[in-house]
């Protein structure tokens, strides 16, 4: 009678009181299925997208075609479950990491309530443990002894579409913010989980194309908006003239793919057209003409977020090899980076075992302050927060506080720069150096323990609308918090993906907030060289006192 | 004295709804909050952070503030205004929960079967129909405020799609940029359409 015995079990797992929380769980966790109705997934990848991707990248992307989410039949190749189990496979042996995160877990329950998606949605699959469940379920199915000799008991459970749709769903509410893995006592980074989830995903076609276009267009013209070099110039161009418009100072110092100069700076690209990251772009601006910096941008090298990250490792490599080709032949002594999300990510992270060391390159060092970034002296690129606060603390900025005196600012720690590369104290110094009105969030809702915007990792796109809004609840919830008690009007972040994504949240959450990077209020305050009497802001608001 | 009698009578409930207040009002949370899958309201009924817990607080307080505007003070009539403000944050959230609009807005017809059921217990409290009444139709007016707010909360959501889909952002990204689209014409140049 083993069959009783197994059934007993099951029995047993499924109606005691769940470790996690305690509470009685009414059936087992995976025989609920993943439902896709309009606007709880993002629109697959279009065909020539994905045909363009294969001709770059092949064996990594699947076979294009046009197919419909909501319908029973992705048509996916005959033999997609072998793709995906030789896919597992080939990442066990190539990541140690992934192998490490697919054994360790004791389920002890500490991220399940840390993760945005849970904490919005109230759906169980986005605690972190279960969504990292659904991949380790598999793994023991095919891959450990005890889940191929006790299946179910073990938690094992074969690859089939049921699970391939529970992937596709839950992989893309999960924005690789790794707030669950500050909590987890085993350093389990559940982002590498999902990069891996999608990664596999991308073999069979399942794919996105919020995230494969812009990727492609990254490969192709070097920014995900597809700007050529010649619009790209003339957007950034554009800027000086409202730069001139709001100080009455023309600035001279940009220049682009300029052999020689000091220093590549690269940004993310909606900083050159999007609002409200044109303003942050100003606030760079201003501040390498303040002090004289000899710089260049690349119009090839023109996005640091990488789109890469959110598809293979691959794609990830050869868009994060394409600032550094830039840095190789443009001759620059050291990278500056912009107010970016994942860029950092990648640069901090990955960039060194991918493509590194750049020993081509000097060891960072402040040209105006001798300042050696000895952080950087393997990735030789340096976070334009660190290099102004760096400033600043040397006294080289000359500063009028009072210009942001009609901001009341709080500060939002992107999840990149601050998990990601522990950029925590910088932009906090800069903000309490030019602004007088700052405030913190709560605690437990930023530095390493920030809430996400809730669309990072590609889910910023409209189609998802609502899973956005409840999913950057928390995020919201806390800037709602000193709006109401301090006034706060002005959420500052330092990603390019924020200051898209949030000023979207606001508008349904807090709309008397408003979003900007934290170098439009560096260069908000600066004193420029023969600058007119100030009455406006680098949005051409009126400067507190000069009102009406 | 029969007039007096009715008037006691009809203060019956109100005075229970009165002194029986924390516990109903516990009893209102849990069944909104049941409405979450067991694993997730488990914990929002939990943890009592507020940052920590957005949906959990939110219910919480929400529905205990509600509850005490309405059944504080029985001789005045409630201040449906301040019900508005203090209702326009959970609605908000549960407007973008992946409840049905009728589901969505249930919680507040909860109130009546909360009461309903624990009055049912009390043996010796009789309620008369006259207050029934006019209990149920409070619930009702808080009803079509709520009504409102989610439509005001989704109307804010479909906003906020249309300025994101209106913003240059979108139209680069999801169309390719002008550029690229006359690239695409001149014949033998092969880029991404």
């Not at chain 1, 769980?25 to 709880?40: L, Q, R, Y």
């Not at chain 2, 943890?47 to 949906?55: G, H, L, S």
């Not at chain 2, 507040?108 to 009390?122: A, N």
Request: aromatic letters at 10%; proline letters at 4%; glycine letters at 6%.
């Amino acid at each position: 009678m083993a069959d009783t015995k197994v059934a007993e079990m099951k029995a047993k797992v499924v109606t005691e009181p769940s470790l996690i929380t305690g509470a009685v769980p009414t059936g087992n966790w995976w025989e609920v299925e993943a439902i896709f109705k309009p606007g709880n997934y993002c629109y697959p990848a279009k065909k020539s997208i994905v045909e363009y991707h294969r001709k770059n990248l092949s064996g990594i992307f699947g076979e294009p075609r046009d197919w419909d989410v909501e319908s029973d039949d992705w048509q996916l190749p005959e033999n997609w479950q072998e793709i995906i189990i030789d896919g597992i496979k080939e990442r066990l042996d190539k990541f140690r990491s992934l192998k490490v995160f697919m054994d360790c877990c004791v389920r002890c329950g500490a991220c399940a309530d840390k993760c945005h998606f849970f904490l919005g949605t109230g759906d169980p699959k986005n605690m972190p443990v279960l969504r990292a469940e659904l991949l380790r379920s598999v793994y023991r199915n095919n891959f450990t002894l005890a889940g191929k000799i006790l299946g179910e008991i073990a938690g094992a459970r074969p690859m089939t579409f049921k699970v391939l749709k529970e992937w596709f769903m839950y992989y893309y509410q999960c924005t690789e913010c790794r707030r669950c893995s500050v909590f987890c006592p085993y350093g389990i980074d559940a982002a590498e989980i999902t990069m891996m989830g999608r990664e596999l995903l991308h073999l069979v076609g399942v794919n996105t194309n919020w995230i494969l276009e812009p990727a492609a267009n990254s490969n192709r013209t070097g920014n995900h908006l597809g700007l050529q070099p010649h619009t790209f110039k003339e957007n950034a161009e554009f800027l000086l003239d409202d730069i001139e418009e709001a100080t009455g100072v023309r600035l001279q110092s940009l220049s682009f793919n300029r052999k020689g100069a000091e220093h590549l700076f690269v940004i993310p690209s909606a900083d050159v057209f999007a609002d409200p990251g044109i303003f942050t772009f100003m606030g760079y601006l201003l501040i390498f003409d303040h002090i004289g910096l000899d710089y260049t941008i690349s119009t090839y090298a023109s996005e640091g977020g990488n789109f890469g990250l959110f598809t293979n490792n691959q794609l990830m490599k050869k868009l994060n090899a394409k600032i550094y080709a830039e840095a190789k032949r443009l001759g620059v002594k050291w990278i500056l980076g912009g107010e970016c999300g994942h860029m950092w990510r990648v640069v901090h992270q990955y960039m060194d075992t991918m493509n590194g060391p750049a020993d081509f390159l000097e060891q960072p060092k402040s040209s105006i302050t001798g300042t050696v970034f000895t952080n950087a002296a393997s990735t030789k690129m340096v976070h334009i927060n660190e290099f102004t606060a760096d400033l600043i603390y040397h006294n080289k900025l000359k500063i009028d506080k009072s210009r942001n005196d009609h901001r009341v600012v709080t500060y939002h720690d992107s999840c990149n720069p601050a998990r990601g590369m522990g950029l925590l104290d910088e932009p906090r110094y800069l903000l309490n150096s030019v602004c007088n009105n700052f405030y913190e969030m709560p605690e437990n809702t930023i530095r390493e323990k920030t809430f996400c915007c809730g669309s990072g990792t590609g889910l910023n796109t409209n189609e998802i609308m609502d899973l956005r809004m409840r999913a950057g609840l928390p995020r919201a919830n806390a800037v709602g918090y000193v709006a109401n008690r301090h006034g706060v009007n002005m959420l500052s972040c330092i990603c390019a993906l924020d200051r898209a994504t949030l000023l979207a949240l606001n508008q349904y959450w807090n709309p008397e907030v408003e979003v900007c990077g934290v170098s439009e209020l560096v260069g908000n305050a600066l004193i420029m060289e023969g600058e007119k009497e100030r009455e406006m802001d680098l949005r051409f608001a009126p400067l507190t006192g000069v009102e009406g | 004295m029969a007039f007096n009698k009715v008037e006691n009578q009809e203060m019956r409930l109100a005075r229970f709804l009165e002194e029986n207040k924390g516990e109903i009002q516990q009893r209102w949370i849990n069944r909104v909050l049941d409405g979450y899958a067991a694993d997730a309201s488990a914990i929002f009924k939990r943890e009592q952070d507020r940052f920590a817990n957005p949906v959990g607080y939110s219910t919480r307080h929400t529905l205990s503030a509600v509850y005490s505007l309405l059944f504080d003070q029985p001789d005045s009539e409630p201040n449906m205004e301040q019900i508005r403000n203090e209702l326009a944050t959970f609605v908000k959230i549960r407007a973008v929960q992946t409840f049905t609009p009728a589901s969505a807005v249930l919680f507040i017809f909860d109130l009546k079967t909360v009461v309903r059921q624990f009055v049912g217990q009390e043996r010796n409290l009789v309620v008369i129909a006259a207050e029934w009444e006019r209990f149920y139709d409070i619930v009702d007016r808080v009803a079509l405020v709520v009504f409102d707010l989610y439509m005001a909360s989704r109307e804010r959501l479909f906003q906020t799609q249309i300025n994101e889909i209106k913003s240059m952002n979108y139209m680069h990204t999801q169309h390719g940029c002008s550029a690229s689209r006359l690239a695409d014409k001149i014949p033998g140049l092969t880029v991404n359409p």
